[in-house]
């Protein structure tokens, strides 16, 4: 594959980094743009130094509320915090960064050119009425509760996509994003998956969310950045699904997480939060006719190399709480 410019919004985050390597790796100019708000230049490890030293990494600090000039051929478009306690900081802050960032994003792939990919997410389906949830649903979103400046903002992303897609000709791809996890997530995630490996790693009861038998659909990373290559590289606009739909209940996730670590678990029951969905699951028959994605990492495999991930970060942290890592007021602009 001839070697691209390709830019990373959000670059430094969770799935940013582990794309950037992937890219990188391929023999890419790999520009990573963010604002460092949930992401960390620490994500690219001691790979960092010498991918700099290549000449073929750059690390740009914005934000993508304000516009930027660069020449690029790509742009995956990744920018937006992703898990709940994180967009839900800065809430004006999180509509803004998906609807000037993206409409900022578009703008400069029209000037230079260049084919433009959202990260959006299931979001968009909100609570679904239909399942699992195929891309022509049109979702069941609440515009004014605590999540909208997340999937409503989202929603508002992937109509400046198409609008300038029909109205520029600017070559989009969109990506529908289920619940990914993997290595590189923050440790102040707060979501499911990052929450049960740190209780348990830390010797405390798992905090499940009513009975636990809601369920979710969980991608490891490795196969989610695979299908945005491939959404990138191949001739559909989408939208298209990308995670994984093997579907479990959190009550089986705390199993998977019990037998890897190896000892029994205690768990607390919470109330389940506002706008919570019940179910969550992709059909990615789209995904898998159109771009030959197919996720390979089984969820004993990938919880394995997660676990692996955070018992280092949680060495590294030390006995601080975790709330010790929430973002700082200078993120609050
Ligand atoms: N992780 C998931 O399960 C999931 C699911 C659906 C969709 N997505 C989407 O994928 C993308 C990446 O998610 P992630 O899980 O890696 O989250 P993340 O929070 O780890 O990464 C987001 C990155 O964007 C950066 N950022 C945030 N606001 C910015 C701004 N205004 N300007 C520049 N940079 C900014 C952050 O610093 C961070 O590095 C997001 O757009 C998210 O909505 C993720």
Redesign the pocket.
Known sequence: MKPRSILV?????????NLCLRLFGEGHHVIC????????LRNFGDAYRDMVLSGRFEFIR????EPITIEVDEIY???????PV??QYNPV??I??NVM?THHMLGLAKRVNARILL?????VYGDPHVHPQTEDYWGNVNPIGVRSC?DEG?RVAETLMFDYHRQHDIPIRVA??????GP???ID?G?VMSNFICQALRGEPLTVYGEGEQTRSF?YVSD?VDGLCRLMNGDNTGPINLGNDGEITMLELVKAIEDSVGTPLKIVHKPLPQDDPVRRRPDLTKARTLLGYDPKVPLEEGVKQTIQYFRKLLKDWGERPIEAARRTPAHAK
Not at 9 to 17: E, H, L, M, N, P
Request: with cysteine.
């Open positions: 919004t959000g670059g430094a985050g969770f799935i940013g980094s743009l963010d604002n460092c708000f949930t992401g960390d914005h934000d993508v509320t478009h990744l920018a937006c915090p992703a898990s994180h967009y802050k999180t803004k960064t960032g990260a959006s997410t299931s979001e997340y989202k529908r994003i289920f619940n990914t996890y590189n997530m923050a995630d979501r991608c989610l």
